[in-house]
């Protein structure tokens, strides 16, 4: 337990220091978008750090075990969503997006479908970021409960002071610096894979996996909902508009990409080994049978703050996210906002208030909160709705009533699914939604078709 202590302290040293070294010189765009200054290797690891939660490490262990190889297909669905928004940014104007007054998918939304599309995905988005970032709290109460010893209202004050803290004093820019800091340090949990037994993984305990089907369809559709929610990420969209460049955005999207896959194959090759080796009685507590079943007692303070690590990257980027957007825009963008310029001192202490109000109110809604997978699913679907939605009216051309009317459909179908439990813990019920709106889009656009073709 000591030990544990110890490591903690010297992460929230070098925090305290890398948040300095952020505010020593602060300016209004360091705070909203790192002076838009950001360097690929950077940008990459922030990127990698804030996609990678502890909440992922947690179920990507149990999706290993249950999916076998064909897990492979789920953080293939991140390389792809990686690839659609570097050319969503790069079929526009730079001057426009890197240059320019955008911060957030927000700002983008505003650009391509209008002010009020742009409030409703807006809404959309403030629901989703505050449900997550309770579910991280809830999450990493429980782990470090287990971990570091204390309660559920000790760890989950102490973390909230800390992360709030941090980023109202520097902003992005300190959340790049953290992140760089965090994604080196999530990289331990690769020496976990030094401890478990991999000499029962064969040919003749892959193979069978590999020829289900069932596990293939499965791990498919959680790969396409990971391409679709990552594709309208609001964290990863501030990330974007912070590069120092085009060609330093495609560099970082590239490593990124290099980062999650040599951190996830120890992930894959972990879970397929425990299920090898058999006797598992609850595969959703894999990675703490782990913990309490092969990592050495030494080894503990390193994955302790490798979690804290992974929970504080994810936790800031989404508070960020969700003050910047509440703070520059509130609940519905008026007409009058959206000509603001993004460096008023006005729009920054909006931020910090909200900041404030975001994190009190989602550390309390944790404490509420039974279970995490279920919700977790719910807004992985939600969110898939928003993506098909921007694709389609990208990809289609929509007029902006046209991707309203398709926005309020989608969201209304998503709401009956959820109501009526038709999102279940089958990876297939996620893309319901977004399935049921695309099909509407195409029924809508074949009935302009012929009434146009009839007149």
């Known amino acids: 337990m000591i030990g544990n202590y110890l490591a903690l302290g010297v992460y929230l040293l070098v925090l305290t220091i890398l948040t300095f070294i952020a505010s020593k010189n602060e300016s209004k765009t360091d705070f909203l978008v790192a002076s838009r200054n950001v360097g690929w290797k950077s940008l990459a690891i922030s990127i990698f750090a804030s996609i990678i939660s502890s909440y992922n490490i947690v ?36 001057a ?44 990493n109460t429980t782990i470090f409960s287990a971990i570091m010893g204390w309660d559920k209202y000790t760890s989950t004050l102490a973390v909230g002071i800390i992360v709030f803290l941090y980023i109202v004093k520097g902003g992005l820019k300190v959340e790049i610096l953290t992140d760089v800091f ?19 993984l064969t040919s003749e305990t892959v193979i069978p996996l590999l020829e289900d089907k069932t596990l293939m369809i499965s791990a498919l559709c959680l790969g396409i909902s990971q391409f679709l929610t990552l594709l309208v990420q609001p964290d990863m969209w501030q990330r974007i508009y912070a590069s120092k460049s085009n060609v330093d955005l495609k560099k970082s999207i590239i490593l990124s990409t290099v980062l999650v896959f040599v951190f996830v194959i120890p992930i894959i090759i972990i879970g397929l080994s425990v299920r090898a080796g058999g006797g598992v009685e609850n595969p959703d507590t894999l990675f703490y049978d782990i913990l309490k079943n092969s990592a050495p007692d030494w080894f503990l303070p390193f994955i302790s703050v490798a979690l804290f690590a992974a929970f504080m990257s994810s936790l800031d980027s989404a508070l960020f996210a969700l003050g910047t957007q509440i ?104 893309l319901y939604p977004g399935m049921a709106v695309t099909l509407y889009v195409f029924i809508q656009r074949f009935v302009i078709y012929v009434i146009k073709k009839l007149k």
């Open 96 to 139: 426009k997006l890197i240059n320019g007054h955008f911060s957030s998918i927000v700002d983008f939304l505003i650009d391509k479908f209008g002010r009020i599309n742009a409030s409703v995905f807006n809404l959309s988005f403030i629901l989703v970021l505050f449900i997550f970032i309770s579910i991280q709290f809830f999450v």
């Open 182 to 200: 965090q994604g080196l340090l999530m990289l331990l949990f690769i020496g976990l894979l030094f401890f478990i037994d991999t000499s029962k």
């Open 327 to 430: 703070g520059k825009y509130g609940i519905w963008i008026k007409k009058n906002t959206i000509l603001k310029i993004e460096g008023e001192e006005q729009t920054v202490k909006n931020i910090k208030i909200s900041l404030l109000f975001i994190t009190i109110s989602t550390l309390t809604a944790s404490l509420f909160f039974s279970d995490f997978l279920s919700h977790v699913l719910q807004l992985i679907s939600l969110l898939t709705v928003n993506a098909v939605v921007v694709l389609l009216g990208i990809l289609l051309k929509l007029s902006n009533r046209e991707v309203l009317i398709s926005l309020l459909v989608g969201m209304i179908l998503f709401f009956f699914a959820m109501f009526e439990n038709i999102i279940s813990d089958q990876p297939y019920t996620v």
């Open 59 to 94: 179920v990507g262990l149990s999706f290993s075990y249950f999916f076998g190889p064909w897990v492979v297909l789920v953080y293939t669905g991140a390389l792809m969503g990686f690839v659609v928004i570097y050319h969503l940014v790069k079929n526009d104007d730079t």
